[in-house]
């Protein structure tokens, strides 16, 4: 077992080492040990950094600390003084007990990347090849952000469309992206980098890291503007997977810090009710203590239960029930905030279909919450209504929230159901809504986004009846 863990720890394509709390080199492969030399007795700045003092950002250090894995870019410097530019991530190692005894460090080579924009100006023949067979979404664009040239992987994903607009073949839309980075890289030359969410032909949505560089002409001008286009999905899927837990808790605190203050104030009426001797008064206080409880408990399941990706458990529902129990956890919400709350289902009692129950009740639940806080953050309206109806279709349900808050504009729209993207900035991490979806998906269903900046937002969420025959990938 040993002879085969060697045999894989040097066959990594990559630099790896396993270091202790003081950043000393516990060992490190093959690969490691030709370009940096020995190891016996170093530390990792020493030999990867050539310096005497440990880096100020290290990501080595911050996995001790906190116990998750961390990235970062660096240049490093072999044996033979060339530098060389890596990506290095970090996972803690544990031991029977659970305590990190050291950490393991990958890093990958990835100069070559660094090098390629000159590698394109120097050899229009290397340009070419190298344009075409790069993993990521190449275009090069003028001044109108027509779509002069397109990479192979461009074509396989998103057509052949030149001549077309950028934003009508990436985002399937009619008017310019805002903001443009092709336009800002004409305007100032200089280099630029944005996420997005862009949409394939095949209808996936697709998270990438764009860049944009300035291509001259033999005068200096520029004369058109190549977008490069990283797909950085399965990216975020694997952070998801990662930090679900820790992502978990944080979208949730506020709804946490609400049941724990309704706590305080149930203990106070039992408080003062035994004071009193006013049994009346103890009564009221421990029904909102017993409330309160239960909702926590419900919530930290649900932390566990997404903690993993789960396939649904499948099971009759009723749809005047979920809106029952979704309609208890928010209508106490919304009072404190001083909005609205109205119900309406036009389904009879008969109304069923199949579904996760705990999955989605956090689905409408999630949504309605991004309601309230649309309405909380809205300040420009006297009053603030949020709406939840259900309808009832020949293969499908349909739940509708609707809120007058604060409304999204086009660019929050196409992103508000990405991994860590939040429109409350510090307030959120954008969990919430991505989890909705992932839900939604994974019954086969969907969820529709109408939204108007200054007037509120409509989320439709179509379930289907009957559970579908094959499980559902989520896209």
Known sequence: ?????????????????????????????????????????????????????????????????????????????????????????????????????????????????????????????RYRTLFEEVPCYISIQDRDLNLIDTNRKFREDFGSFYGSKCYQIYKRRKEQCMPCI????????????????????????????????????????????????????PIRQLQSQLTSIGLLISSISHGLKGLLNGLDGGVYLVNSGLAKNNQERMKKGWDIVLRNVDRIKSMVLDILYYAKDREPNWEKLSGKK???????????????????????????????????????????VNLLENSLDACRVDSKKDSHTIKLSLSEYSDYIQFTISDNGIGMDRETREKVFSLFFSSKGGEGTGLGLFISNKIAQSHDGSIEVQSEEGRGTSFIVKLPKQQPASPVKNA
């Open 1 to 125: 077992m040993e002879l085969h863990y060697e045999k894989f720890f040097n066959a990594v394509p990559g630099y790896m080492t396993i270091q202790d709390r003081n950043f000393k080199l516990i060992t490190a492969n093959d690969r490691f040990r030709q370009d940096f030399g020995d190891i016996e007795g170093r530390y990792c700045y020493q030999v990867y950094k050539h310096r005497p003092e440990k880096c100020e950002i290290c990501p080595v250090e911050s996995t001790f600390r906190d116990g998750q894995r961390h990235h970062s870019e660096e240049v490093v410097t072999c044996l033979d003084g060339s530098k060389v530019s890596v990506i290095v991530y970090t996972k803690p190692i544990r031991d029977d007990d659970g305590n990190i005894t050291a950490v393991l460090e990958l890093s990958t080579d990835i100069t070559e990347l660094k090098m390629l924009h000159r590698q394109l100006k120097e050899s229009q023949e």
């Open 182 to 233: 092709v336009q800002n890289c004409f305007e100032d030359g200089l280099l630029h980098a944005h996420e997005e969410v862009v949409t394939s032909k095949s209808g996936f949505q697709k998270n990438v890291l764009v860049h944009t560089s300035p291509i001259r002409d033999a005068k200096g001008d520029i004369a058109c503007v190549m977008e490069m286009s990283a797909d950085i999905t």
């Open 322 to 364: 979920m809106m029952n129990e979704v309609q208890e956890i928010i209508r106490s919400k919304a009072d404190n905030l001083g909005v609205s709350f109205i119900c309406e289902c036009s389904v009879d009692d008969d109304c069923e279909f199949e579904g996760d129950n705990k999955a989605v009740r956090t689905l409408l």
